[in-house]
């Protein structure tokens, strides 16, 4: 079993939609997760960052954990287009710990 | 400021041959590392660096090399390539240890390297 499962989609939803995208892990020593975005071609650029549990806002996009059931979520509003990427959740036990990546779901926001 | 470069973009290679993916970033970083992804595994570490002169093994590093003579460089090298490493390299960098995320410390990374082995 993989330490990091995702969904590896693909998700097509229209614009305007509300999109969620989920990890679940197994070590319940990750402490700190993240969320990458990936275009198309493209190098993976960080774009939410949470210690621990609770909820973290950005503009159009929440990043939630929930350590109690080992999953985290991102949720993007009022989709857009341009929000079509592949997201991948990636996490940590500690500062010096190496990043643990999932497989990556590719989103498509269709006008 | 370019951020990190990675060379070349595409190259396909026969079984045995071997390369180099060359790395480069212009921020100073401490930190540098290497990473592959196929389809359905994520991005998975090869060898990463935390500063000159070191090096250290990831998650997947046979049937690779790497050095880190000065901050800036940091060459991946497929010794003899097999199909089995088709695959998109990423190069990445950030400050300090933590790799990725964390008190402002951000992962970058490289725009890849696709490499086919035929």
């Known amino acids: 079993q993989k330490e990091v499962e995702q969904d590896p989609g693909p998700l097509s939803v229209p614009e305007g939609a509300i999109v969620s995208l989920n990890c679940t892990y197994s070590?319940?020593?990750?402490?700190?997760f993240m969320w990458y975005r990936q275009y198309s071609r493209k190098g993976p650029e960080l774009l939410m960052y949470t210690y621990s549990s609770g909820n973290k806002e950005d503009g159009r996009f929440t990043a939630q954990v929930d350590k109690s059931s080992k999953y985290i979520s991102l949720f993007i509003r009022d989709s857009q287009p341009s929000d079509s990427a592949t997201y991948l959740c990636?996490?940590?036990?500690?500062?010096?710990?190496?990043?643990?990546f999932g497989q990556g779901t590719e989103l498509s926001v269709k006008p | 400021n370019a951020g990190v470069t990675q060379t070349p973009k595409f190259q396909v290679l026969k079984t045995g041959q071997s390369m180099t993916l060359q790395c480069a970033q212009d921020?100073?970083?401490?930190?540098m590392s290497w990473y592959r992804q196929d389809p359905g595994m994520g991005l998975r570490l090869i060898h990463y660096?935390?500063?000159?002169?070191?090096?250290d093994q990831g998650e997947v590093p046979n049937g690779y090399n790497v050095s880190r003579s000065t901050t800036e460089d940091f060459p991946l090298r497929l010794l003899s390539a097999a199909p089995s490493q088709t695959s998109v390299y990423f190069c990445?960098?950030?400050?300090?240890?933590?790799f990725g995320g964390g008190s402002g410390n951000t992962i970058y990374f490289g725009e890849g390297s696709w490499l086919t082995v035929v």
């Open positions: 921020m100073n970083h401490e930190y």
């Open positions: 990445a960098s950030s400050v300090t240890g933590t």
């Open positions: 070590n319940s020593a990750f402490q700190y």
């Open positions: 990636a996490m940590k036990n500690n500062q010096g710990g190496k990043l643990i």
């Open positions: 660096s935390v500063g000159a002169g070191i090096t």
